[in-house]
């Protein structure tokens, strides 16, 4: 258009008339001058784009971090309650007895706290109805049961309520490569479990005075005389125990004065020679010895003998119970491993493909 409106002029000075009219617009100077202001303008509008795009990526961000709130919240949450759950698995409260409180501050009786350490075997779940039976007729008694394990198993907590019973349930794995001294593999069993159960004593009944703690294995036969000896005890009441040790009775000899004067036992050498079922304890020692536990550091036959001895105690503080140690209340029998077929067995241990029958029958 321009270029026809030049010709248009005459043709005779055509670039002269662009150059008029381009003159009165255009100057030299001013290219750098526009150059500058779109460059700023250029620059401006990529800001403004780059703002827009931080502000998505912070909000992006803040949801984000919203959303981990929510979820570090509720696992917050979920951490205090299983804190909670297991601080009360640990307090006395829980223990059952038809709702009523374990210690009646206006019973007579002493309280016994009856430690059973017990762990999976095919005989299990009979050995403790057993016991549980036993203890049904045994007042303000307080059951420590100590499964052998990682855990407390669902079925076992299920089934030791199950007697309405006072009791707590709880759980200690025997190590599988502990080094024992001149010791079998036997002579060591229950060690840990015991040990959790006088922890749990000494923690939620550390004011608590008057008691006694007695170990009460599973498959040990208790006539129910046994418990009314223990709640005259001062320090440690000791008694006879019936088919122990390579003999029909293992006692203390009591002479005519009500003196303990020598030990019918296996290896009379030992400090003192009685066996787990042969005493039981003041709760009051318990504490004034903190450190006194079971160890896989003695020989052989020697748990009761060195776990009295950490009570600091002589055989001159044992009183005889059991009518000066001339009755038997209490048994060591021992459940016979049953003899299974290697198929059966073998589900027993798998714990699978048991049918629900066989299922009932173990634990
Ligand atoms: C655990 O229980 C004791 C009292 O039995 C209480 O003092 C303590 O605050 C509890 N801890 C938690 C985490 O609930
Ligand atoms: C506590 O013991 C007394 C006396 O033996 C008895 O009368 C009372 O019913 C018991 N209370 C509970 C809650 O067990
Ligand atoms: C245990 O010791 C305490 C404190 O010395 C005492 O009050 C109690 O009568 C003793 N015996 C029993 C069985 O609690
Ligand atoms: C009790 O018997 C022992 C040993 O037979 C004797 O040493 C002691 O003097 C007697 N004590 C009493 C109070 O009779
Ligand atoms: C134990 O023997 C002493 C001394 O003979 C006697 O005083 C006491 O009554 C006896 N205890 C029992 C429970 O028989
Ligand atoms: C052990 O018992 C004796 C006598 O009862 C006492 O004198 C001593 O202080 C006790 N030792 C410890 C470590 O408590």
Not at 258 to 269: D, K, L, Q, V, Y
Request: with cysteine; glycine share 6%.
């Amino acid at each position: 258009m321009y270029v026809v409106g030049i010709r248009s002029l005459g043709g005779k000075f055509p670039i002269a008339g662009f150059k008029a009219i381009w003159g009165t617009f255009f100057n030299w100077k001013i290219i750098p001058i526009v150059f500058f202001f779109s460059y700023l303008l250029l620059l401006f509008r990529s800001t403004l784009e780059e703002q827009e795009e931080k502000k998505e990526s912070l909000k992006v961000h803040v949801a984000r971090l919203k959303h981990m709130k929510n979820v570090l919240q509720e696992e917050v949450r979920r951490l205090e309650r299983e804190a909670r759950r297991l601080n009360e698995t640990l307090r006395p409260e829980i223990l059952f007895n038809h709702g009523q409180p374990i210690l009646n501050e206006s019973d007579d009786v002493p309280p016994i706290f009856f430690i059973t350490p017990t762990r999976y075997h095919p005989a299990q779940k009979a050995d403790l109805t057993r016991l549980a039976q036993t203890l049904k007729v045994v007042p303000n008694l307080i059951w420590i049961v100590v499964e052998d394990g990682d855990r407390e198993s669902v079925r076992f907590a299920a089934f030791i309520q199950s007697f309405g019973l006072q009791y707590i349930h709880l759980h200690a794995r025997t190590p599988t490569n502990v080094k024992t001294k001149n010791a079998g593999w036997k002579g060591h069993r229950g060690v840990v479990q015991r040990n959790q159960a006088l922890f749990w004593i000494r923690t939620h009944f550390a004011s608590t005075t008057r008691g006694v703690v007695y170990f009460g294995d599973d498959d040990n036969t208790y006539d129910w005389r046994l418990f009314r000896e223990m709640r005259t005890i001062e320090k440690v009441g000791v008694w006879p125990v019936g088919i122990v040790g390579m003999k029909l009775v293992e006692t203390p000899v009591v002479n005519e004065n009500g003196t303990i004067i020598a030990f019918h036992a296996w290896n009379p050498r030992r400090s003192f020679p009685v066996d787990m079922a042969a005493f039981a304890i003041n709760i009051s020692l318990l504490h004034s010895y903190p450190a006194a536990k079971f160890s896989f550091d003695v020989s052989a036959g020697y748990q009761e003998s060195e776990f009295l001895v950490k009570l600091n105690l002589t055989r001159q503080d044992l009183e005889p119970k059991a009518a000066n140690c001339s009755e038997v209340y209490v048994w060591h029998t021992k459940t016979q491993k049953p003899s299974l077929h290697a198929s059966e067995r073998r589900k027993f241990e798998l714990q699978e493909d048991l049918s629900e029958i066989e299922g009932r029958s173990v634990l």
